[in-house]
């Protein structure tokens, strides 16, 4: 069984960055695809950025240019480079990989 846990979440101003980190445990298989997703309050979980096992990677219209998803198999970790941060970022983030998810870190960007 996969866990995962996410960290690196916080309070961060408005143009700020912050790295969050997804550790796994359990049979974790580099040619599955691994996702950040986030909730903001009274919205329903939206996808931020996929990687796919080659590398590939696709990101919501709204981080785009801003986020950078990367992942290191080695050390079944997935990371989400979060930069030129925005109040409309906050949310809880969660990490995402086929049939687990993370329990979320929450990330408030405000002045």
């Known amino acids: 069984q996969v866990q995962l846990v996410e960290s690196g979440g916080g309070l961060v101003q408005p143009g700020g960055s912050l790295r969050l980190s997804c550790a796994a445990t359990?049979?974790?298989?580099?040619?599955?695809?691994w996702a950040w997703y986030r909730q903001a309050p009274g919205k329903q979980r939206e996808l931020v950025a996929i990687?796919?096992?080659?590398?590939?990677?696709n990101y919501a219209d709204s981080v785009k240019g801003r986020f950078t998803i990367s992942r290191d198999n080695a050390k079944n970790t997935v990371y989400l480079q979060m930069t030129s941060l925005k109040p409309e970022d906050t949310a809880v983030y969660y990490c995402?990989?086929?049939?687990?998810w993370g329990h979320g870190t929450h990330v408030t960007v405000s002045s």
């Open positions: 359990g049979s974790i298989f580099s040619i599955y695809d």
């Open positions: 995402w990989y086929p049939g687990a």
């Open positions: 990687i796919a096992r080659g590398g590939s990677t």
